[in-house]
Nanobody
Framework: QVQLVESGGGLVQPGESLRLSCAASGSIFNINAMGWYRQAPGKQRELVAQIIGGDSTMYADSVKGRFTISRDNAKNVVYLQMNSLKPEDTAVYYC???????????????WGQGTQVTVSS
């Protein structure tokens, strides 16, 4: 069994920064990819940033140059450093992990509980 625990959300003013963290724990053999999605009210959940294989990253166009995704491979923690936050970044942010379990076959996808990021005005 695998669980993801997110932290770091909050309320900030435009231009400020936040860092989200997501820790994966449980029977993990290998993590193939970790990413961050977000969902605003009335909108579809969208991919914000992704890190594959421990070092290959990609970003949504809307956050390029402002957000940075990183991973602590030894601790199975993924971070999302969010700088120059804008009101349009307001959403619930969800951690997503694709992994191979120690005692299961094939890949599995897990989701964090979500953390609220609110950028005023």
């Amino acid at each position: 069994q695998v669980q993801l625990v997110e932290s770091g959300g909050g309320l900030v003013q435009p231009g400020e920064s936040l860092r989200l963290s997501c820790a994966a724990s449980g029977s993990i053999f290998n993590i193939n990819a970790m990413g961050w999605y977000r969902q605003a009210p009335g909108k579809q959940r969208e991919l914000v940033a992704q890190i594959i294989g421990g070092d290959s990253t990609m970003y949504a166009d809307s956050v390029k140059g402002r957000f940075t995704i990183s991973r602590d491979n030894a601790k199975n923690v993924v971070y999302l450093q969010m700088n120059s936050l804008k009101p349009e970044d307001t959403a619930v942010y969800y951690c997503n992990v694709v992994l191979t379990g120690r005692f299961t076959i094939g890949l599995a996808t897990y989701w964090g509980q979500g953390t609220q990021v609110t950028v005023s005005s």
